[in-house]
């Protein structure tokens, strides 16, 4: 629960007197070099990073066996790791905003990071779509709906992320998709805790 909060904290942006466009650019840009704010938004990636590491740890002991439990042992770890990284490979500037900058990214004249941010990027959307997979397998009637629910999101905005990259749109879907994260490892903490409190399976 604490990862789900600390990886929301992007939600503050409407509060900082210099933001980003919430309806283009991307969350992830507050962490590009050129941005006042960087070091904030940087840190708390890694932190959040760094506290998805640390849950997929003790899963095993709730976490009934089976290809649904190898994937979310998969996919929370590499969604944590990435999330790490595209704080540690931060982006050069900010493309949404800044003309310079997206024609450089297009003439490939950015920095080796700035680049690895994007895979990066991506890295992390397969490992929350694996994760948000295998909890939908592993989970029954309304829990089971709402992680279905979630992947379908996820997929749609991950989508509609890269067609409208720098677009009008695209900073909506990202802060959907991240809403969407949110809640899924809100509600998958919740069902944890309570299986781990009953001594029975997810």
């Known amino acids: ?21 919430a309806l283009t650019s991307y969350v992830s840009e507050y962490g590009a070099r050129d941005q006042p704010y960087r070091w ?3 840190s708390t990636d890694i932190a959040a990073g760094l506290l998805f590491l640390l849950a997929s740890i003790p899963l095993s002991r709730v976490l009934p066996p089976g290809w649904p439990w190898r ?11 990435s999330t790490i990284a595209v704080a540690v490979f931060p982006m050069d500037c900010a493309t949404s905003v800044n003309a310079a900058c997206r024609s450089a990214e297009q003439a490939g004249e950015l920095s080796a990071a700035h680049y690895a941010h994007t ?13 948000a997979l295998a909890a939908e397998r592993m989970t029954q009637g309304k829990a089971s709906l709402l992680f279905r629910i979630v992947l379908v999101l996820l997929i ?7 067609l409208l990259y720098s677009q009008p749109g695209a900073g909506l879907a990202q802060r959907i998709q991240l809403l969407v994260v949110a809640v899924a490892l809100l509600t998958g903490a919740t069902l944890l805790l309570r299986a781990d409190r009953s001594g029975s399976s997810v």
């Open 40 to 42: 904030f938004f940087r």
């Open 1 to 21: 629960m604490i990862a789900a909060v600390v990886y929301s904290v992007w939600l503050v942006e409407p509060f900082l007197p210099a933001r980003l466009s």
């Open 119 to 131: 895979v990066f990027s991506v890295s992390a959307f397969i490992g929350s779509a694996l994760a």
């Open 71 to 81: 994937a979310l042992m998969i996919g929370l770890p590499l969604y944590g790791l």
């Open 156 to 162: 749609v905005t991950g989508v509609l992320s890269v």
